[in-house]
């Protein structure tokens, strides 16, 4: 009898979550619940996540071209405000009715879509230190107490202008705490609040820069040959080749992140061009994980995809290229592995839904911010789709339960 009634209240308690919600504000994240909203800004990548203890952490704050109009445009909600304020926007609305304060924020990589791009339409930060432009606009009037990035190390990062105005925001913010990514420790993003309450929760710093966590232990393993070592130009590592990547385990549930790693080498470059490949023999089956590189044209091996066997994968779509033809074929691939292969997309612009065709339809969403929701423990999971046009996100679509594989 008992056992009966708990079932019966379990189910109880599913059915009155999900119709109710749709057409209304996503109901507040409670303690013991892992939030990941990937955010639609039609101008690149964001991600806010909210750790089962409150902790909150920023990945990414895109802004391509900041401010500038761009062939097949669609920024979201519009364009009445650059990516970095509705980055801020969206965080200071999720985290309400506490004051949005970001534990960490961290940048998978140096290009314009991942932090921000100074242009013309930049406004200067109040004082004049430095432009407003994704992660400085969004860090401008969220505090951030520790920044995170690839650093240094292996290749120099771009030396543009973009890439001077962040170290000019960082000078500027003496408080805020500025670390490289250590791959390979589970030790350098931790819960700040209530560590104790939550055993099972962890990230674990996956890759960046050529070094990729081996899979055991802190231990990494070195991918890339030496810099001065490669002697043809063309298969010098890129920028995007360096991207952090990180795996969120609590209890049965997981989930991968990883910038813009390539899975699929260009044709003549040398196989240890895929970064997907290491870190798929590394991390293994994943619950959610969000697409690399937008979908474009060299992510989402069919090896990285047949390990990781994600019934849900968040495409960070933003450009008319995004996704490509031939990655969202894989994605949606049965062949690859059985069960669901459930394609939620940020903004898939109408030019790459032209091109490819009925396929699309096979996908769950084409636009909205997705909200994966983890349950306290971690045991299973649903997807909500929310309205990116409007600025009071309601909840247009909710998919799931799922049962983290564990
Ligand atoms: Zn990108």
Redesign the pocket.
Known sequence: MIRFLSVLACALTLSAQTPSEIGKPLLPWTRGTLDIHQISTGRG?SAFLRFPDGTAMLVDAGAAANGEAMAFNEPRPNATRTPGAWIARYVANAMAPEPAKLDYALITHF?A??MGDVTKASAPAAGGAYKLTGITETGGSIPIATLIDRGTAYLPPPDDATMKNYRAFIAEHTSMKHETIAVGRSDQIVLRRDPQAYPSFEVRNVAANGLVWSGTGDGTKTIFPPLDSIAIAEDRPSENMCSIGLRIRYGKFSYFTGG?MPGIPDAGAPEWHSVETAVAKAIGPTDVHVVN??GSIDPASAFFLSTLRSPVMILPAWSSTHPSQDSLKRMLAQRLYPGPHDVFAVTMREPAKASIGSRVEQMKATHGHIVVRVEPGGDQYRVYVLDDMSETPNVVAVFGPYKSRG
Do not use: I, R, S
Request: a negative charge; glycine letters at 0%; zero cysteines.
């Open positions: 990548n290009h879509d991942h813009d590189h937008h």
